[in-house]
């Protein structure tokens, strides 16, 4: 994604149009933030605020950046709108674009919801922008651009701080989105307090060389920022045990004038708002110490929303591509008649040497990969009978050997997203190719199932399908590209089903 026409997460955008683009526009609204004056009217532009969880800071402040930007708006909950009779995500867009929506901000306790809404504006041509306002416990990118404007002018700089983070931290879509901002920067220091059962898991600290998480407050000792977050009990069942034992240690994790005292002298305590006050994750009677500035990191929410929605309606007419299948290479390694090509593979005495004569030999799988791919296969191409493995070859490879029938170039993109080295190997009417497929990313698309049932993809939306990404180096690599969860290849393509 170039142009910034939605802004569905802080990982979709380059560090250029995060950094040189959208926080300079965020900090040239200031001036008229404070005016509170509005610009002339602009009936041409119409937004829509959606917002099917509770919202006092992200809705108000987008309802003011969008008067203040001098734009019509139309607000809507989810106890007004159909979405509360199953309607499907589709046709809510399609209406909203039918009434001459131009930009949605949504907030849905879904997760994933908005990558798939944009999907749907890119594939209808729709001259429409979708904002992600917070989805579950997986994103919140505007919240973190009003942070680093937040961070920007306590501190004076984006680079070179530690700052720490503490509560809720499995949970908080804020922390996430900042941590992926964070990633992008020189010299940031990181440290995560929280319980154990809430603590992040490891593949957030990639791309940090200095990430450390533990349960003992004084791991705080030197920050130069603590983010405090709330616990987030609504996405837990209503009494649950694990809110429950929380209260009982929820001291533990407070900022207060103790701890306060304790701290690097300057630091600022930050909090995305809103505070539990059964919790009291900061306790009140700091709340006005020059320290604790959550009120007007709030106060930056209006700006920062202001460039948000101003730099999407320009890039209106802009069309996306979320077709990842469309970046990927289809390189061609060899070309000859089957007769040379059989005779090639005789000489060199392979023990797995499989002659076929209509059909195809994927070859060069990652041990193991081949019955998962059988599988796939069986599943997607309908191909029932004649898929044979060969195993644990040397060197250790697998293979797949498929007789009379043909892969489509999409079934091939996903077996390399699954086995980057794969080739295949097409014998057909006399002749024999060769070719191997290169993409700059391993995607797994159209197949497997993502685990997290509150994914967009697991909704019954008609038509949605799953898509994953191999980010490759933590034990949980598949990252689904809707949720944001991680996962084993076993987990999202369990042999069983
Ligand atoms: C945050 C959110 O909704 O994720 N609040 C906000 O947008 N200001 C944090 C929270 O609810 O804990």
């Known amino acids: 994604m170039n142009a910034i026409k939605h802004l569905i997460s802080i990982k979709r955008l380059t560090t250029e149009t995060l950094f040189n683009e959208i926080i300079p526009a965020c900090i040239n609204m200031v001036p008229q933030t404070i005016s509170a004056k509005a610009t002339t009217p602009n009936h041409s532009l119409k937004a829509v605020l959606y917002f099917d969880e ?17 734009w019509d708006m139309a607000q809507e909950t989810l106890a007004c709108n159909s979405r509360n009779k199953k309607e499907s995500w589709l046709d809510t867009l399609m209406m909203w674009y039918n009434y001459n929506a131009k930009i949605i901000c ?8 908005h990558l798939w809404l944009a999907e749907m504006v890119e594939k209808y041509n729709l001259n429409m922008s979708i904002i992600n306002a917070g989805d ?5 990118p505007t919240q973190t651009i009003l942070d680093l404007v937040t961070i920007q002018n306590k501190l004076g700089r984006l680079d070179d701080f530690k700052i720490g983070f503490v509560g809720d931290l499995l949970k908080s879509r804020t922390t996430h989105s900042l941590l992926d901002a964070l990633r992008m920067r020189n010299n940031i220091s990181i440290v995560c307090v929280a319980p154990d059962n809430v603590c992040l898991p490891a593949y957030h600290a990639e791309g940090f060389s200095n990430f450390t998480q533990g349960s003992d407050m004084e791991l705080l000792h030197d920050c130069d920022i603590i983010n405090s977050v ?3 009990a609504e996405r837990l069942e209503p009494n649950s045990h694990e809110f429950l034992a929380f209260l009982r240690i929820k001291q533990k994790y407070q900022i207060n004038k103790n701890l306060l005292e304790r701290l690097k002298k300057g630091v600022i305590i930050m909090h995305a708002l809103p ?3 059964e919790v009291e994750e900061i306790c009140h009677d700091i709340m006005d110490d020059p320290r604790v500035i959550p009120y007007q990191q709030a106060w930056f929410g209006v700006p920062s929303r202001m460039a948000i929605l101003q730099i999407v309606s320009q890039n209106l007419t802009q069309h996306i591509s979320f077709n990842h299948t469309r970046n990927a290479v289809i390189r061609e390694l060899k070309k000859s008649s089957l007769s040379e090509a059989l005779s090639a593979t005789s000489r060199k005495q392979h023990d797995h040497f499989v002659p076929l004569e209509h059909g ?5 799988l990652e041990p193991g990969s081949g019955i998962i791919i059988r599988m796939m296969l069986k599943r997607m191409e309908g191909i029932k009978d004649g898929i044979m493995i060969v195993e644990n070859t040397k060197p250790h490879k697998d293979m797949l050997v498929i007789k009379e029938n043909f892969l489509t170039n999409d079934s091939m993109i996903r077996i390399a997203g699954l086995s980057p080295n794969a080739t295949f190997n097409i014998m057909r009417n006399e002749f024999f ?6 993409q700059p990313q391993q995607i797994i698309s159209g197949t497997g199932k993502c685990l997290n049932k509150n994914c967009v993809t697991r909704s019954g939306e008609p038509s949605i399908s799953p898509r994953f990404i191999n980010r490759g180096k933590n034990s949980h690599p598949f ?19």
């Open 54 to 70: 509770d919202s006092t800071r992200t809705r108000m402040s987008f309802a003011e950046a969008i008067r203040l930007l001098g």
């Open 136 to 140: 579950g416990r997986n994103q919140h």
């Open 106 to 113: 949504a907030r849905t306790h879904q997760e994933g919801v």
């Open 230 to 232: 709330r616990w987030q």
């Open 360 to 364: 195809m030999v994927i070859d060069h």
């Open 479 to 497: 990252e689904c590209d809707y949720c944001g969860q991680h996962f084993t290849l076993s987990e999202i393509l369990p042999l069983s089903t």
């Open 275 to 277: 505070i539990d006050q």
């Open 433 to 438: 190719r060769k070719i191997k497929i290169d």
